[in-house]
């Protein structure tokens, strides 16, 4: 089993940082790759980023490209979401996810949400205009 806890969310204005952690603990000598992904309500849950663990690949949706980057610290054992000039439409939980499968490095897998194997509880971002 791996743990993942989210944590750096808030509450801020339009064109503000933020920065999220996932701290993984566990069994994290499988994981492969991770991610971060965000859900509104009565939305599905979208891709925002993802990292390799190993060598550290990085893919971004086109909506955040530009903004968010995504970083990892592998002697923390911690993956990071650096979010720059945020808008109100980036408002929403945002989850870390963990992936073990070692698939192909794309967009098209790791965007999917069934890929990842375990999910952190989330943390609130919320930006005002």
């Known amino acids: 089993q791996v743990q993942l806890v989210e944590s750096g969310g808030g509450l801020v204005q339009t064109g503000d940082s933020l920065r999220l952690s996932c701290a993984a603990s566990g069994r994290t000598f499988g994981v492969y790759a991770m991610g971060w992904f965000r859900q509104t309500p009565g939305k599905e849950r979208e891709f925002v980023a993802a990292i390799t663990w190993s060598v550290g690949i990085t893919l971004h949706a086109d909506s955040v490209k530009g903004r968010f980057t995504i970083s990892r610290d592998v002697a923390k054992n911690t993956v990071y979401l650096q979010m720059n000039s945020l808008k109100p439409e980036d408002t929403a939980v945002y989850y870390c996810?963990?992936?073990?499968?070692?698939?192909?490095?794309?967009?098209?897998?790791?965007?999917?949400?069934?890929?990842?194997?375990?999910w952190g509880q989330g943390t609130q971002v919320t930006v005002s205009s």
């Open positions: 996810a963990a992936d073990r499968s070692a698939g192909p490095i794309t967009y098209l897998y790791y965007s999917r949400s069934g890929v990842y194997d375990y």
